[in-house]
């Protein structure tokens, strides 16, 4: 029997008083990847913010259920800790921290454990080279000066180097070039595993060559308005959205 890891129960949620999401039910259990896709304004950026506690949204009923735990309540650092991961579609500049520094904080805040400065650095310039990110940029401003490419690879470096159990992908893929697309695709597959889960929200769906989709869900209006197989997919790219206009 698959081991839930995600359960969204009739979950509403909003900002300055205007429902967005309405009445959203989700399971992703371990080991599977699931896909968002919807018109642009349908709530998929705004339900990923939800599911990792951003301040700005309120959730105004229903749950959401990580690991068998009502994690509606916690805040975004929490959840961090409890494994969910969140890539985000426009990357932070964050001027006076370091990608090192960054990343071996958040690794020990997540972990709670000591992390050694030789072998971290060893780790971290391995994976930096297996998504074509050059080792001197450790030593960079985090994303400060990073093309917008540079920037989304960094978002994967730090899949690989906190290794979470739930990836929210918020376009990790968006504005990218076809090279550059592989490197993404290929960090996230390095990623997955039979113990963690992806939900990914893509309009570029090469993203999802290199991983077996499990599940995908069509938002529009803030409501899943269809769901199935990776074959919605090629439906979705051959037709469009408009054809399930009428279930919004």
Request: net charge negative.
């Amino acid at each position: 029997m698959a081991e839930k890891l995600l359960e969204i129960k009739d979950l509403h949620a909003g900002a300055e008083g205007k429902e967005i999401i309405k009445g959203i039910n989700l399971l992703v259990n371990k080991g599977e990847v699931h896909v968002i896709l919807g018109p642009n304004g349908s709530g998929k950026s705004t339900l990923m913010n939800v599911i990792m506690g951003h301040p700005g949204y309120e959730v105004t009923e229903g749950s959401i259920v990580f690991e068998g735990e009502d994690i509606s309540g916690l805040k975004s650092f929490e959840r961090a800790r409890k494994g969910i991961f969140l890539s985000f579609q426009t990357p932070e500049e964050i001027p006076g921290i370091t990608v090192e520094n960054m990343l071996r904080t958040a690794r020990q805040m997540v972990t709670g454990k000591f992390q050694r400065i030789f072998a971290f650095r060893k780790e971290l310039k391995a994976t930096m080279e297996a998504l074509q990110i050059d080792p001197s940029y450790s030593e960079r401003y985090v994303n400060v000066g990073f093309s917008g490419g540079e920037k989304k690879r960094n978002e994967i470096l730090q899949l690989l180097m906190l290794n979470p159990k739930l990836a929210l992908l918020d376009e990790t893929d968006s504005g990218l070039d076809v090279d550059a697309v592989q490197i993404v695709s290929g960090g996230v597959s390095r990623f997955h595993n039979e113990s963690n889960a992806c939900l990914i929200i893509t309009h570029n769906t090469r993203i999802l060559e290199k991983l077996k989709v499990d599940r995908v869900h069509v938002l529009m209006q803030g409501r899943i308005v269809e769901e199935g197989g990776p074959e919605l997919v090629e439906q979705i790219n051959r037709n469009g959205f408009g054809q399930l206009a009428g279930n919004a």
